[in-house]
């Protein structure tokens, strides 16, 4: 489920919530496989969620739109605000803003409103949990786990491994056995 390090941001009525590699726009996922989060804003046209290494551009509904490494990062991102309703990063010493498609980004010294982030609000907590843990385990995830041995731990393959090969040494004795009697 949804690990105790997730965190949301307000975006206009919406929130924005990070957790487990993953972007929830409410309960609706948006992205996956990413670094922390350092923050998300909403533009005039866009939501932009920047993590350590890359950004992400979201359409007001929560489509993703692209999905980039900025060249000229010269070391991790370490936050995203909002400069007269334009994003801008923070990396190291610099900051950058973006114009007004997120497409271009220039050197900026300006006044820099930087979102909070806050707790993840409880009436998402279900859905969220729910996405990310599906809604049960089935039968053939108990067998795979099972006849694989991860069901018992770090020593379960090795376990499998053996009763494998000891069942194929007794399938030799028996041969061995059988034609030794004719």
């Not at 509904?61 to 400069?83: D, H, K, M, N, T």
């Not at 786990?145 to 991860?150: C, K, N, P, T, Y």
């Amino acid at each position: 489920g949804l690990d105790e390090s997730a965190f949301s941001y307000r975006i206009d009525d919406r929130w924005a919530t990070a957790g487990n590699g993953w972007i929830f726009l409410d309960t609706m996922p948006v992205a996956s496989g990413l670094d922390e989060i350092v923050g998300v804003v909403k533009t005039t046209s866009l939501i932009v969620a920047a993590s350590q290494s890359e950004i992400l551009l979201f359409s007001p509904e929560g489509e993703l739109v692209e999905r980039y490494f900025p060249a000229f990062a010269s070391g991790p991102i370490s936050a995203l605000g909002l400069a007269d309703g334009n994003a801008v990063l923070a990396i190291g010493e610099h900051q950058f803003r973006a114009d007004d498609n997120v497409a271009e980004w220039s050197g900026f010294a300006g006044q820099v409103s930087w979102p909070e982030s806050s707790a993840v609000p409880t009436h998402l907590h279900s859905d969220l949990n729910r996405h990310l843990r599906g809604d049960g385990l089935p039968l053939y995830r108990i067998l795979l786990d099972l006849h694989s041995g991860r069901f018992f731990a770090d020593q379960g393959p090795l376990f499998v491994d053996l009763v494998a090969l000891t069942l194929i040494i007794l399938n030799f004795l028996g041969l061995w056995l059988w034609w030794s009697r004719r």
